[in-house]
C-alpha cells in the first residue's frame, strides 16, 4: 500500500512538471499555431536563473523567503527571455509557421549550447530548501516534501490560468482567437499583443518547471529541458493540442503510467509505455482526448 | 547550354571527388594536413555521408513535405544493427549489410503504418516519440548489446581488410563518395518518376491529391520506407568510417541537425541538401577545433564563450538562414539566377516544379490552413 501511495505522488509530481510546459506549449500551439522548440531551453534557462540567484543574488539563497525569490528571479529572466523571442525572431515571421518552428528549433539548439558554454556540461547541484527533502508521512508512505510542492505549483497554475482565460479580458481574446482567431482578428482586436502575453505566460510557466525541476531532481543540467520537452510534447499531443485542462489530464495519465511501469515492470518500460500510450490515443482517437468528435 | 551544364554537373563533382586523394594539395586554413591526408580523407567521408543522410532526409522533407522528428532512429538503427551483426554475430559484411537493408524496411514501415495515420504536427510529435524509445533503449542497454552511453565499438576482425586501419581511410572515402551517390541517383531517379510527382503533389495539397482520386497514404509510406533505408545504409558507412556506434546518433538532436543541414543548404533541392549536409558536417568539425585552438582561448570571456560551443554558431547560423536567406543557399542561387536572366527576383518562374528550396514557403501555406490535430474543425479553447 505504501509503495502505491509513494508511487502515485510520485507519478503525480511528474505530471506537475510536464503540465507546467505542456500548458505553455499548448497555449502557444493553440493560439499561434507553432509548436515551440524553445520551450525546453526556456527551462533550461529559469533553472540556471533560480540557482545563478541563490549564488550570487542578496537576499536569495536555498532556504525559506530566499528560496521563493531566487525562483521569482528564475521565473523572471525565463518570461523576459520568452517575452523577447516572441518579440524579436517570431513576430516577424507572422503566420509563416514552418519557418517559426524552424526558429524555434535553432533556438533550441543555440540556447542549451550558450548555457551549457557558460556554466559546463557537467550537472550543478541545486539549492533545494532542506524542508523539501524531509518526508512526510501519508498514509504509511513516507513522501518526500518536495512532490507536494510540485503538485502544489501545477494545481495553482492550473486555476490560476483557468480563471484568466474565463475572467478577464485577456483570457477572452485568447480563447476566442484558439478559437477562431481570423475573426478576431475581422473584429478589429489585436491579437498580436495576445501572442506576446502568451508566450510570456508559457515561458515563465517553462521557468518554474526547470526552478521545480532542479529541486525534484537534485540537480540541473543543461540538457535537461530537451530530455522533459519530449514528455511534455507526448501530454500536449494526448490532450488535444490547444486545450489547458486536457493537457493537465493528459499530464496525470502520462506521470502515473511512466511511474507505476518503471516500478513494476523494470526502468526504461514506463518511458515505452507513454509512447505506446501515445500510439493508442492517436490510432483511436486521432484528434486527443479532449478533441470533439466531428 | 547551361541545361546541359546542369546535367552534367553532378558527375563532373563526381570525378573531381573521386580522384581527390590523389591530390597532395595543401589548403591551409580549410584543412589541416594534405588533401590526402588520413585526417583530411576522414573529415571528407564523413562529410560526404551526411550529405547523402541529409539528402535521405530532404526526401521526406524537401520533396514530400513530411517534417519528421525521428529520422535519427533510421541511421542510428543502421549502425547498431550493422555493428551488433559484424561484432556480436561474427557475421561477415556483406551478410550484415543484408541484415540491416531488412531492419532498414522493416523498422520505417512499422514506424511509418502508425505514425502516417496523422498528419501535420501530429506526425512530426508520434515520429519524434518514437525514436525517442530507440533513444532509450539503446541508453538502458539491454543484455549489455548497446554499451549504453560509452558507444559500442566495431569488432573489425570481420570487416574486409580494404576498409581497416588508417592507411586505408582513402577506401574509406571511396565507400562514402558511392553511397552518397548511390542516394543521389535513386534521388534523382524516384523524385523523377510518375511517384516523386505524386510526393510533390502531395506536398502541394494533399486534399487536392485525394480528390483526383489517389490515396496520399501508400505514397507517404513508401518515401518514409525509402528515406529511412537510405538513412539505415548510411549508418552502416558511418558505422566502417568511426569504428563504432554512439548513442549521440539516436537523440533528437541528431534528427534536428539533419533539419538544420536540408534548410541551409535548401529544402527541395538535392545538391542544396548535400551541400547543407557537408558544409554542416564541416562547420560542426572545424568549429570544434577552433574552440579549442590557442587563437580562441585567450580571447576575452565574453567572446570565447559562445565561440567554444560550435551548436550555439551552428544554431544562431540557422535562424540567420530562416530569416535572411529563405530558401537557403539553393533557393540563394536560383534568385541569383533569376535575377541574371533579366526577370524580378521572387516572381514564379512558372511551370510545374516549384524553383528549388522554395519548399519551406509553400509548405507554410499548407501549415497557414491548419493541418494537424483539429484541422478544420472548431478546435478547443479552454
Not at chain 1, 502515485?8 to 505542456?22: I, K, M
Not at chain 2, 563532373?12 to 595543401?26: D, G, H, I, N
Not at chain 2, 529520422?71 to 542510428?76: D, E
Request: with cysteine; charged share 10%.
Amino acid at each position: 500500500m505504501s509503495t502505491v501511495v509513494l508511487l502515485t505522488v510520485t507519478g503525480l509530481g511528474l505530471a506537475a512538471l510536464y503540465f507546467l510546459v505542456a500548458s505553455g506549449l499548448s497555449l502557444i500551439f493553440g493560439l499561434m499555431g507553432v509548436l515551440n522548440f524553445a520551450h525546453g531551453a526556456f527551462l533550461t534557462i529559469g533553472a540556471y536563473g533560480t540557482w545563478w540567484a541563490a549564488e550570487n543574488l542578496p537576499g536569495a539563497g536555498s532556504g525559506g523567503w530566499g528560496f521563493v525569490l531566487g525562483v521569482a528571479f528564475g521565473v523572471a529572466v525565463g518570461t523576459v527571455v520568452a517575452a523577447l523571442v516572441e518579440l524579436l525572431l517570431i513576430r516577424p515571421l507572422y503566420e509563416r509557421h514552418i519557418e517559426q518552428v524552424l526558429v524555434t528549433v535553432g533556438l533550441s539548439l543555440a540556447l542549451v549550447a550558450l548555457v551549457r558554454a557558460i556554466w559546463g556540461a557537467d550537472p550543478r547541484p541545486f539549492p533545494a530548501p532542506a524542508w523539501a527533502e524531509e518526508t512526510t508521512s501519508v498514509l504509511g508512505a513516507s513522501v518526500p516534501n518536495d512532490r507536494f510542492l510540485l503538485i502544489g505549483s501545477a494545481v495553482v497554475v492550473l486555476l490560476a490560468v483557468l480563471a484568466f482565460l474565463r475572467y478577464t479580458r485577456f483570457g477572452l481574446v485568447i480563447r476566442a482567437g484558439v478559437e477562431n482567431r481570423s475573426m478576431v482578428t475581422a473584429l478589429g482586436i489585436d491579437v498580436r499583443r495576445a501572442f506576446t502575453l502568451v508566450f510570456a505566460l508559457g515561458g515563465a510557466f517553462a521557468a518554474l518547471a526547470g526552478a521545480l525541476g532542479g529541486v525534484y531532481l537534485g540537480s540541473i543540467s543543461p540538457g535537461q529541458g530537451t530530455s522533459l520537452l519530449i514528455f511534455a510534447f507526448i501530454v500536449v499531443v494526448i490532450g488535444g493540442m490547444s486545450s489547458i485542462t486536457g493537457a493537465a489530464v493528459a499530464a496525470v495519465l502520462v506521470g502515473l503510467v511512466q511511474q507505476f511501469a518503471n516500478y513494476y515492470a523494470a526502468s526504461g518500460v514506463g518511458d515505452l509505455s507513454v509512447v505506446l500510450l501515445l500510439a493508442l490515443v492517436l490510432l483511436t482517437r486521432p484528434g486527443g482526448l479532449t478533441a470533439r468528435v466531428a | 547550354m547551361s541545361r546541359k551544364l546542369t546535367r552534367l554537373a553532378p558527375l563532373v563533382v563526381l570525378v573531381v571527388l573521386a580522384v581527390l586523394p590523389f591530390s597532395t594539395l595543401q589548403l591551409p586554413g580549410l584543412f589541416d594536413g594534405v588533401l590526402n591526408s588520413p585526417g583530411t580523407l576522414q573529415l571528407l567521408a564523413l562529410c560526404l555521408v551526411f550529405g547523402g543522410v541529409a539528402l535521405s532526409y530532404d526526401l521526406l522533407f524537401g520533396f514530400t513535405g513530411l517534417l519528421s522528428f525521428g529520422h535519427a532512429l533510421y541511421f542510428a538503427g543502421g549502425t547498431y544493427v550493422a555493428n551488433l551483426a559484424l561484432t556480436e554475430l561474427g557475421w561477415g559484411l556483406g551478410a550484415a549489410v543484408a541484415l540491416t537493408t531488412v531492419v532498414g524496411v522493416v523498422l520505417p514501415l512499422l514506424v511509418g503504418g502508425v505514425a502516417l495515420r496523422v498528419s501535420g504536427i501530429a506526425f512530426s510529435m508520434v515520429t519524434l516519440a518514437i525514436a525517442q524509445v530507440g533513444s532509450i533503449v539503446v541508453l538502458r542497454d539491454p543484455g549489455g548489446l548497446t554499451g549504453g552511453e560509452e558507444g559500442l565499438a566495431l569488432d573489425r576482425s570481420n570487416v574486409p581488410d580494404a576498409f581497416v586501419g588508417v592507411l586505408n581511410t582513402v577506401n574509406l572515402y571511396w565507400l562514402a563518395l558511392a553511397y552518397l551517390a548511390v542516394v543521389y541517383v535513386v534521388v534523382a531517379w524516384v523524385t523523377g518518376s510518375r511517384a516523386g510527382r505524386v510526393w510533390q503533389a502531395i506536398r502541394e495539397n494533399e486534399r487536392r491529391v485525394e480528390v483526383l482520386g489517389l490515396r496520399p497514404y501508400p505514397f507517404k509510406l513508401v518515401v518514409f520506407v525509402l528515406a529511412g533505408l537510405l538513412a539505415a545504409l548510411g549508418g552502416v558507412v558511418h558505422l566502417l568510417l568511426l569504428g563504432g556506434s554512439t548513442p549521440r546518433t539516436t537523440t533528437a538532436d541528431f534528427t534536428l541537425g539533419l533539419l538544420v543541414m536540408v534548410v541551409l543548404g535548401g529544402a527541395g533541392s538535392r545538391w542544396g541538401a548535400v551541400l547543407g549536409g557537408v558544409l554542416y558536417t564541416y562547420l560542426d568539425s572545424r568549429l570544434t577545433d577552433l574552440a579549442s585552438s590557442a587563437a580562441v582561448q585567450d580571447l576575452p570571456a565574453w567572446l570565447r564563450v559562445p565561440l567554444s560551443e560550435p551548436l550555439f554558431l551552428l544554431g544562431s547560423l540557422f535562424v540567420l538562414v530562416v530569416f535572411f536567406v529563405p530558401g537557403g543557399i539553393a533557393g540563394l542561387v536560383a534568385r541569383l539566377r533569376e535575377r541574371r536572366a533579366g526577370r524580378r527576383p521572387g516572381r514564379p518562374s512558372g511551370g510545374a516544379t516549384p524553383p528549388p528550396g522554395r519548399v519551406v514557403e509553400q509548405l507554410r501555406e499548407t501549415a497557414s490552413r491548419g493541418v494537424g490535430v483539429g484541422a478544420g474543425g472548431p478546435r478547443d479553447g479552454v
